[in-house]
């Protein structure tokens, strides 16, 4: 049987003669009907075979597993009880692919399904999250490409470290150890803005922390912007409307897909309405206080328990500036007013999702860098290629990282960014 001309089960609303294809999502019967639920990338649709139609077959229709793929000539007809309003009257069928003791039954265990990853991503609610992040990177692309950045990509291999050195996983590049994966492009990135002033890339990006959270991979897609002649306040308005426009494409595209999540729309839906709450850390610490009974010491690292309480108090994302300077990386530009906090900040998603974007001002002063990189124990020798940007022609500028996967877990409301990726990356799995 010809599929070629087969149609979608979303686009399958009207009655009369109908191809379908796509696997078995359920399967039912007695011994006179079956009942198939067909699965495709669009939908579900309830088949039903009636062996008065099919004697001399039914042994292989009675037979048929879940998971089997086939290709099905029916009858359209109407059924209230179905999602879609129709059901097909089922008139010939071609198994293309059988199906024998599909391993993924109903209360399997978090691990049985992390072990079978390549078969869980056919589950209805991996398909939902896998469409939402679909939308998510086009949302990302559209934007930055709407307010005139260029696509720009930084090496994967890297010789020098920007976040952290504890977090650098080491490659053996043809016997030499000094070589890292990305943590960021942001270095690398630095120098391309002098030539295309606005940038932005979304790549993958490596970190090998030590951690089990529910937020964390050591493998994750980094969305980057980085711009020349901007501000600090310009690029934290660039975030807000990135956030905002990502959630508005979602909630335009995809609300059947966060029906099956069971997200509730309504936690969505002020985010694109309404403006995002602004506070320093100082101001963070205040509200800390006196609103969560959790005080926090001035220079102190906002952790994962103070960021969820602060988020928990709103219903748009929290954008936390003017961080201490101890605890931010060496390349965030001073306050002028301050010296003792950056112009840096954080956008906290709500709910207790946590932080999904971070940025700065990049420091001017080629001199303070150099102290910033020899206090936190680097060679600035290794930063030639990154020290010459502030030597020929340096100008303001900014950017920032978001985390793609703490977005989609934000948007589909997830317990665990293990699953807004469809093959996660930990500590403790690297396979399949």
Same mark, same amino acid.
Not at 221 to 230: G, I, L
Not at 395 to 424: M, N, Q, T, Y
């Given at each position: 049987?010809?599929?070629?001309?087969?149609?979608?089960?979303?686009?399958?609303?009207?009655?009369?003669?109908?191809?379908?294809?796509?696997?078995?999502?359920?399967?039912?019967?007695?011994?006179?009907?079956?009942?198939? =639920?067909?699965?495709?990338? =669009?939908?579900?649709?309830?088949?039903?075979?009636?062996?008065? $139609?099919?004697?001399?077959?039914?042994?292989?229709? $009675?037979?048929?597993?879940?998971?089997?793929?086939?290709?099905?000539?029916?009858?359209?007809?109407?059924?209230?009880?179905?999602?879609?309003?129709?059901?097909?009257?089922?008139?010939?069928?071609?198994?293309?692919?059988?199906?024998?003791?599909?391993?993924?039954?109903?209360?399997?265990?978090?691990?049985?399904?992390?072990?079978?990853? *390549?078969?869980? &991503?056919?589950?209805?609610?991996?398909?939902?999250?896998? /469409?939402?992040?679909?939308?998510?990177?086009?949302?990302?692309?559209?934007?930055?490409?709407?307010?005139?950045?260029?696509?720009?990509?930084?090496?994967?291999?890297?010789?020098?470290?920007?976040?952290?050195?504890?977090?650098?996983?080491?490659?053996?590049?043809?016997?030499?150890?000094?070589?890292?994966?990305?943590?960021?492009?942001?270095?690398?990135?630095?120098?391309?803005?002098?030539?295309?002033? /606005?940038?932005?890339?979304?790549?993958?990006?490596?970190?090998?922390?030590?951690?089990?959270?529910?937020?964390?991979?050591?493998?994750?897609?980094?969305?980057?912007?980085?711009?020349?002649?901007?501000?600090?306040?310009?690029?934290? $308005?660039?975030?807000?409307?990135? &956030?905002?426009?990502?959630?508005?494409?979602?909630?335009?595209?995809?609300?059947?897909? &966060?029906?099956?999540?069971?997200? $509730?729309?309504?936690?969505?839906?002020?985010?694109?309405?309404?403006?995002?709450?602004?506070?320093?850390?100082?101001?963070?610490? /205040?509200?800390?206080?006196?609103?969560?009974?959790?005080?926090?010491?001035?220079?102190?690292?906002?952790?994962?328990?103070?960021?969820?309480?602060?988020?928990?108090?709103?219903?748009?994302?929290?954008?936390?500036? *003017?961080?201490?300077?101890?605890?931010?990386?060496?390349?965030? =530009?001073?306050?002028?007013?301050?010296?003792?906090?950056?112009?840096?900040?954080?956008?906290?998603?709500?709910?207790? *999702?946590?932080?999904?974007?971070?940025?700065?001002?990049?420091?001017?002063?080629?001199?303070?860098?150099?102290?910033?990189?020899?206090?936190?124990?680097?060679?600035?020798?290794?930063?030639?290629?990154?020290?010459?940007?502030?030597?020929?022609?340096?100008?303001?500028?900014?950017?920032?990282?978001?985390?793609?996967?703490?977005?989609?877990?934000?948007?589909?409301?997830?317990?665990?960014?293990?699953?807004?990726?469809?093959?996660?990356? =930990?500590?403790?799995?690297?396979?399949?």
């Amino acid at each position: 049987m010809d599929a070629k001309g087969a149609t979608a089960i979303k686009d399958a609303k009207s009655e009369g003669e109908v191809v379908l294809r796509g696997w078995v999502h359920r399967e039912r019967g007695s011994n006179k009907m079956k009942f198939i =639920t067909l699965r495709d990338s =669009t939908g579900l649709m309830q088949c039903v075979f009636s062996r008065d $139609d099919f004697e001399g077959r039914w042994e292989e229709i $009675d037979m048929m597993q879940v998971e089997t793929s086939l290709v099905i000539r029916g009858t359209l007809r109407r059924d209230e009880r179905s999602p879609t309003g129709f059901e097909a009257a089922v008139v010939d069928y071609e198994i293309i692919g059988k199906s024998k003791n599909f391993p993924i039954t109903k209360d399997q265990s978090i691990e049985f399904l992390a072990d079978n990853r *390549h078969l869980w &991503l056919r589950s209805r609610k991996m398909n939902a999250m896998l /469409k939402i992040r679909s939308t998510v990177f086009g949302a990302i692309h559209e934007y930055f490409r709407g307010e005139g950045f260029h696509e720009y990509h930084s090496p994967i291999f890297q010789a020098v470290q920007c976040e952290g050195g504890s977090e650098l996983f080491t490659v053996d590049y043809f016997g030499k150890k000094d070589v890292f994966l990305a943590q960021t492009w942001q270095l690398y990135a630095e120098a391309a803005i002098f030539s295309l002033e /606005k940038i932005y890339t979304v790549s993958p990006s490596f970190r090998a922390e030590k951690s089990k959270t529910s937020r964390h991979l050591t493998e994750y897609w980094h969305a980057e912007m980085e711009v020349a002649w901007d501000s600090f306040e310009a690029i934290v $308005d660039h975030g807000e409307r990135l &956030l905002k426009h990502i959630v508005k494409r979602v909630l335009e595209e995809n609300r059947e897909e &966060l029906a099956v999540l069971e997200r $509730d729309v309504s936690k969505l839906e002020p985010v694109v309405g309404r403006p995002f709450v602004r506070m320093t850390y100082t101001e963070a610490l /205040k509200v800390l206080k006196e609103k969560c009974g959790i005080d926090v010491e001035w220079g102190k690292d906002l952790r994962t328990v103070e960021e969820e309480a602060l988020t928990k108090l709103y219903d748009v994302p929290v954008i936390c500036t *003017h961080y201490p300077k101890k605890v931010k990386a060496f390349y965030m =530009t001073e306050d002028p007013e301050n010296p003792d906090v950056v112009l840096g900040c954080d956008f906290l998603a709500p709910e207790g *999702h946590g932080e999904i974007i971070g940025g700065s001002g990049r420091e001017p002063d080629i001199e303070k860098i150099r102290e910033r990189l020899i206090e936190s124990g680097e060679d600035p020798g290794q930063y030639k290629f990154y020290l010459d940007t502030r030597r020929y022609g340096s100008v303001p500028h900014a950017g920032f990282g978001l985390g793609v996967e703490r977005v989609v877990k934000w948007i589909c409301g997830l317990e665990s960014i293990k699953d807004a990726i469809p093959f996660p990356r =930990t500590m403790e799995r690297y396979r399949p």
